[in-house]
């Protein structure tokens, strides 16, 4: 939030513009190249007008305030009203941090509310529902700035109409209403075990969220020993790493991990550990042989493998509620437990 606030300060105090503009916004810097005119020319053209931002969010907070206390009857109407209120500038937050790095962090977010909405309520008044659900509404409001700022980045660059991504956006957030629980009925009908440890499906995302709802109601005294130790001692060695990272040039930077992404791994579990590490390889060999069209294709190719893994997701959920058994199933055995199976085939023969 100091990062934010003081460059939105200095950006205020100096009059100046994220996109090659000089004056009130209307005429293009002449420095600049032919194609950035171009583009500042035709973004700026379309201005979304600052008091339907003002009236829709105003709309939704109202709409928010009175039906989500009927939906989770422990979050409470003022439970909601202030995470609209605060959702503002944390979200600004989100969409300038993700706009330098492409890396949106709404969930660092929610977990704000989850440990401050989740001990607001207390543990006798469902706290832990409680937070779970202001963790919802501030991650919806913040992940959607974000992503408004990144279309508006992409539509800057391809010419694109900055009103009718607003509108495309607008319909797009309608659609989710619809889809998401949609989505949720099927994946709860179709796999009973959801979200319980060593299936198919183990929402570890779900758990870890549970587990700090119930943190942020009960307390540290519910935390393991020394586990709040270890908390500090890896904050304090992550904020060490990034600050010698940021402070060494690009020669030495390169070869110092950057701790957020060594996180995810143990955070999201080794399914996605292992998909990056793979994507990693294939783009080091793929530089290695031809720098060139894997500077230019190489986001392309990941987007359709991540598009390709995330749209299959929908016809094995359909194939799960039909019941329908694969004909070929593959284990992976250590060698001891291999041995073993092996000496009981060689019985049945």
């Avoid at 659900?133 to 980045?153: H, P």
């Avoid at 319980?196 to 549970?210: C, D, G, K, L, Q």
């Avoid at 031809?290 to 493998?305: E, H, Q, R, T, W």
Wanted: charged share 15%; net charge positive.
């Amino acid at each position: 939030m100091s990062r934010t606030l003081s460059a939105l300060f200095l950006q205020l105090q100096n009059k100046r513009s994220l996109i090659p503009v000089t004056g009130n916004g209307l005429q293009i810097n002449d420095s600049k190249s032919y194609d950035d005119q171009k583009r500042a020319q035709h973004f700026l053209k379309e201005q979304i007008p600052t008091w339907v931002a003002i009236a829709g969010y105003l709309t939704v907070a109202v709409i928010s305030i009175i039906t989500l206390p009927h939906i989770f009857s422990p979050l409470k109407w003022y439970h909601v009203l202030v995470a609209y209120i605060f959702a503002p500038v944390l979200a600004f937050c989100n969409a300038y941090g993700a706009g330098l790095t492409d890396w949106s962090l709404a969930s660092t977010y929610g977990k704000l509310a989850i440990f401050t909405i989740g001990a607001w309520a207390g543990a006798s008044n469902g706290g832990v529902l409680a937070g779970l659900a202001a963790c919802g509404v501030m991650m919806n409001i913040v992940a959607t700035a974000s992503d408004l700022m990144q279309d508006f980045k992409t539509g800057y660059l391809t010419l694109a109409s900055p009103r009718s991504m607003f509108v495309s956006q607008v319909i797009g957030t309608a659609m989710g209403c619809v889809i998401a629980p949609s989505v949720f009925w099927l994946f709860f009908k179709a796999f009973e075990d959801i979200g319980i440890p060593n299936t198919e499906y183990p929402a570890p995302n779900a758990i870890v969220f549970r587990n700090m709802a119930i943190l942020g109601v009960e307390g540290f005294s519910s935390l393991p020993k020394h586990c709040l130790t270890l908390c500090y001692v890896f904050f304090a060695a992550a904020i060490l790493i990034n600050a010698v990272r940021d402070a060494s040039g690009k020669k030495v930077s390169k070869f110092i991990p950057l701790p957020m992404a060594m996180a995810i791994p143990f955070y999201l579990g080794a399914y996605f550990a292992i998909d990056m590490c793979v994507g990693s390889l294939i783009l080091f060999i793929w530089e290695k042989t031809n720098k060139v069209k894997a500077d230019a294709f190489a986001p392309a190719v990941a987007s359709g493998l991540i598009c390709g893994d995330g749209i299959w997701t929908l016809p094995a959920s359909v194939l799960a509620l039909a019941r329908v058994k694969p004909p070929i199933c593959m284990k992976f055995l250590s060698r001891k437990m291999n041995g073993k199976v092996d000496t009981y085939l060689s019985t049945l023969s």
